[in-house]
């Protein structure tokens, strides 16, 4: 293997890493983030206006954020937990940061699309608050909350190449260190059409996991039982 | 079950006007009929439905269940109070993410039965409103009649005494409508059952009701077994309703259900 392949295959491994990761704690994060903006908003089902605003204001202060500056801002955060603000690993927390609102504000979208219909009904059947999100709203709104997060890890497989600019590495990186300050286009090109592979492969996978739930529904599975 | 309404009001208040949708309204019926409210849009039959199925409460007045005052509950009553209000819809409000057959599950998950009942009382439901071969059927993939009879299965699964319609055939075709009244009609006679429809069609009444209030601007301005109110309209609003059916186009499926709703025997042929 050439040490270039080598570099390539390297860097192409440090991508998938850093969107893997920060796509997991975007979720983590951002999911409950999402479903609390949807519960207390002004028309939610438990209005609560004062930690709505307050946890709303956050969300779009950080979306309004530059991506380049929010990691800079957030390197002292990043040696804090990891004791380093380069590298692969210190750059999932800065993109899961820059990435979590953006899922809350997909999944509050998400819910608000849901029928106000079919809650009624589950309200008439006599579920509580806590059921009706569990039970109807997040299945309900699973189709597009699946949207969402596809939408999500596409742009965050474009902040990672942003990221590797200021060290975290990955395919960014390696176009900008080689296909840019070296004069090796065939590297530049190489990178560049890994990402848009990756994209693509991303994009396909949602999108069918969209339709598979919409396709497949709860209880479309498991043994049909005979009435005895 | 025996459901009395006494001096019910209802105002809604928004920023900028205040509606009164219900306003003094009592009624009372024999238990286990079925019950037609008929009125305009806007007359507050909506409002009376969401005030006799305890999805709000009066400001004033009283609601009764056999005898029993079930308004201002407190909610963890009326939550179990729920499991014995069956509620169907003019656009269904199924749940998309659910099989036919979890669709009628719904209720009785909630209600804490275990698997093993569910399962055989989803699919004697299902069997009820002829779908036994749909449990594991996609909402989507169903024809709007099918989705009511799937509606009627979930909202009768837990055992209610009484079933609200909310206008529930109003998105229906009118072949589709005979069948749909036709099944609650069925239903409705082989259990203890009080059946309220919420309609703006007279035809509804006509085909299925055993008693009929008619609502005008939240009053109720008259109310009776449905014969006599046919026979004898008092009020401006009734004989309106009533003309608007014999105005009407008398088809042959009209003609068969309208004979077929008085008790005559019909052969199709």
């Known amino acids: 293997m050439s040490p270039i392949t080598e570099l390539v295959l390297q860097s192409t491994w440090e991508t998938v890493v850093m969107v893997f990761f920060s796509t997991l704690f975007a979720i983590l994060l951002g999911f409950p983030l999402g479903i609390f903006l949807f519960v207390t908003s002004p028309r939610g089902i438990a209005p609560k206006i004062i930690p709505y605003q307050l946890i709303s204001r956050i969300v779009n202060v950080l979306r309004s954020f530059p991506f380049v500056i929010l990691m800079i801002v957030l390197f002292p955060l990043s040696r804090v937990v990891l004791g380093t603000a380069i590298g692969t690993e210190a750059t999932i927390i800065p993109l899961s940061i820059a990435a979590a609102p953006f899922i809350a504000r997909l999944t509050e979208t998400a819910l608000n699309e849901v029928d106000k219909g079919v809650i009624q009904a589950a309200v008439a059947m006599g579920a509580s608050k806590r059921q009706v999100v569990r039970k109807v709203l997040i299945p309900e ?16 497989i474009g902040y990672s190449a942003m990221a590797g600019a200021i060290g975290g590495g990955g395919l960014g990186d390696l176009a900008i260190r080689y296909g840019y300050q070296r004069f090796r286009t065939d590297v530049m090109i190489e990178s560049v059409v890994i990402i848009i592979a990756m994209v693509e492969v991303i994009q396909f996978l949602g999108n069918k996991a969209a339709t598979l739930v919409v396709k497949y529904p709860i209880g479309s599975f498991g043994r049909q039982k005979s009435p005895k | 079950m025996q459901l009395r309404l006494e001096h019910l009001n209802k105002t809604y208040t928004t920023k900028r006007a205040s509606v009164t949708a219900v306003k003094d309204v009592s009624l009372d019926f024999p238990d286990n009929s079925i019950i037609g409210i008929i009125g305009k849009s806007g007359a507050g039959k909506s409002s009376l439905l969401r005030l006799a ?18 308004d201002h509950l407190p909610k963890k009553e009326l939550n179990r109070r729920r499991l014995e209000i069956g509620m169907i819809f003019q656009n269904f409000n199924l749940f998309s993410s659910r099989t036919a057959g979890k ?47 799937v509606a009627i299965a979930r909202a009768l699964a837990p055992r209610p005494n009484i ?20 099944l609650i009609k069925k239903i409705h006679a082989g259990m203890n059952l009080t059946v309220v429809m919420i309609t703006h069609q007279m035809e509804v009444v006509r085909d299925a009701c055993q008693y009929v209030a008619v609502v005008d601007k939240g009053y109720v301005i008259e109310t009776g ?25 008398i088809t042959v499926d009209s003609a068969i259900a309208y004979l077929q709703a008085q008790g005559y025997e019909v052969n199709k042929r």
């Open chain 1, 141 to 156: 709104a699973l189709p597009s909350i699946i949207s969402g997060v596809t939408l999500t890890i596409i742009t965050l």
């Open chain 2, 53 to 70: 199925s305890l999805l709000e409460t009066p400001d004033r007045g009283e609601v009764y269940y056999d005898g029993v005052r079930v």
């Open chain 2, 103 to 149: 669709n009628v599950a719904f209720p009785l998950e909630l209600a804490g039965w275990n698997r093993r009942d569910i399962d055989a009382r989803v699919k004697e439901m299902l069997a009820l409103v002829g779908l036994e071969d749909r449990e594991k059927s996609p909402i989507t993939t169903l024809s709007g009649g099918q989705k009511q009879r």
């Open chain 2, 163 to 182: 079933l609200f319609c909310d206008e529930a055939t109003s998105a229906l075709d009118p072949q589709t409508t005979h069948e749909i009244l036709d």
């Open chain 2, 225 to 249: 077994a449905v014969s006599d109110v046919f026979r004898s309209p008092r009020h401006e609003i009734t004989r309106e309703f009533l003309s608007n059916i014999r105005r009407e186009e």
